[in-house]
């Protein structure tokens, strides 16, 4: 269940009055004929084959996250690749956040990210780069986060095995992550990757060496230091979804995605199908920080 303020308060109204970012080159034309931003994920749909706005899916995928890491008023949080903060926003006027470490690798949108936190009167940390660097750097600082969260971005973040044992050190005994991400039904720790996958990933600029079955992910978790760990596979409300959606936005006048810089979203949803047929699958995992 997401939870909601029964009132408005400074920082959910700023978030309210916050203006929405154009969509950049790659997004745009996901976009049209929408309410628009700068959402970049693949969505959470209602079911396979039903085509909702684009931004309202993406807001969906954000808020299952945040539940996920039961966000709650005055909470201080992580955001692992963050955007251009449309999910940074969302938080703050549907959860209350008031602190964010803004982490995210392309510097002009983690910029836009920090203006419009800042702009809703959130307490915005930026740190351009690479996930992995920038929690090493912030392990011990106090004070410690009460979650970490990542929307659709843990498959750019390097080795899960790495990264989920750097996040855990960012977090208070019984602080939270949540994240969606890829997985590989029936794929044990160290077996090979289908090399039809691995030439779809580098297509896409998506990494796959850390893909495993969404069992072993949760143990992967396990021995990061995480206990009640749970995951809900969402391979047809996200994958399923997103490629229905993108092969319909293509048929609109004007779209051709490929020509206006938006190739690779556009190719992503082309292969979806013939990855899912090679075990590619995606589910949102929340775990607890033991201790």
């Given amino acids: 269940m997401i939870r909601r303020r029964a009132i408005d308060d400074p920082v959910e109204a700023a978030a309210k009055a916050a203006p929405a970012a154009a969509p950049d080159a790659e997004t745009a034309w996901l976009h049209r004929g929408g309410r628009g931003g700068q959402w970049g994920s693949l969505g959470l749909w209602p079911r396979p084959g039903v085509h909702a706005d684009y931004a309202a899916a993406a807001e969906a995928l954000a808020l299952a996250v945040a539940d996920a890491a039961a966000l709650a008023p005055g909470a201080a949080i992580a955001s692992l690749a963050c955007g251009a903060g449309d999910e940074l926003l969302t938080w703050a006027r549907r959860h209350g956040v008031r602190r964010v470490v803004a982490v995210e690798r392309n510097a002009a949108r983690l910029a836009m990210a920090a203006r419009r936190a800042a702009a809703a009167g959130l307490r915005v940390e930026p740190f351009a780069g690479d996930a992995l660097t920038a929690m090493r750097a912030l392990a011990g600082q106090a004070p410690a986060l009460d979650a970490v969260c990542c929307v659709d971005g843990a498959y750019h973040l390097g080795h899960p095995d790495d990264w989920t044992r750097a996040a ?46 969404p069992q072993a992910r949760a143990g992967m978790l396990e021995r990061a230091g995480f206990d009640s760990v749970r995951w809900t596979v969402l391979d047809d409300e996200v994958l399923g979804g997103f490629a229905a959606f993108a092969g319909d936005a293509t048929r609109r006048p004007g779209a051709e995605p490929w020509r206006r810089g938006g190739w690779r979203p556009w190719l992503t949803a082309r292969l979806i199908g013939t990855a899912r047929r090679r075990g590619l699958g995606y589910a949102l995992f929340a775990a607890r920080r033991a201790g």
């Fill in 168 to 213: 855990a050190a960012l977090l208070r005994p019984g602080g939270r992550i949540a994240f969606t991400d890829l997985v590989l039904h029936g794929r044990a720790p160290h077996a090979p990757l289908p090399p039809m996958l691995r030439l779809a990933a580098a297509a896409c600029g998506v990494g796959i060496d850390g893909l495993l079955d």
